[in-house]
């Protein structure tokens, strides 16, 4: 049975991929909430400059969208923390895992 430890080039290559791929995924998170933010914020500017808000109000809708809308914000936003953290994490185990280190 062939020993299915990663050499020390497909183990570089394997968390630069990965890293790479957490990376990507940061910015693109970090952009859909920016995003999420500018959307609706133009929405509320445009429901707040035309007087729409009474009818969000009559239809007691103004304070779910609002509510609705910080908590999927700051749900995106904890959610780039955490990838951010993890990419922290997956660098760290970058330098500790053994088959990294030098043979010297």
Same mark, same amino acid.
């Given at each position: 049975?062939?020993?299915?430890?990663?050499?020390?080039?497909?183990?570089?290559?394997?968390?630069?991929?990965? =890293?790479?791929?957490?990376? $990507?995924?940061? +910015?693109?998170?970090? &952009?859909?909430? *920016?995003?999420?933010?500018?959307?609706?914020?133009?929405?509320?500017?445009?429901?707040?400059?035309?007087?729409?808000?009474? =009818?969000?109000?009559?239809? $007691?809708?103004? +304070?779910?969208?609002? &509510?609705?809308? *910080?908590?999927?914000?700051?749900?995106?936003?904890?959610?780039?923390?955490?990838?951010?953290?993890?990419?922290?994490?997956?660098?760290?185990?970058?330098?500790?895992?053994?088959?990294?280190?030098?043979?010297?």
């Amino acid at each position: 049975m062939k020993d299915k430890t990663p050499t020390w080039e497909e183990s570089q290559n394997q968390y630069k991929l990965l =890293l790479k791929g957490v990376d $990507e995924l940061i +910015k693109n998170t970090t &952009r859909l909430a *920016e995003s999420y933010e500018t959307t609706n914020m133009d929405f509320a500017s445009m429901v707040y400059q035309n007087g729409l808000n009474e =009818l969000m109000q009559k239809a $007691e809708q103004m +304070k779910a969208y609002e &509510r609705s809308f *910080e908590l999927m914000y700051f749900s995106m936003k904890g959610h780039v923390e955490q990838l951010k953290r993890l990419k922290e994490v997956l660098q760290l185990f970058f330098i500790k895992d053994t088959i990294n280190h030098p043979y010297n």
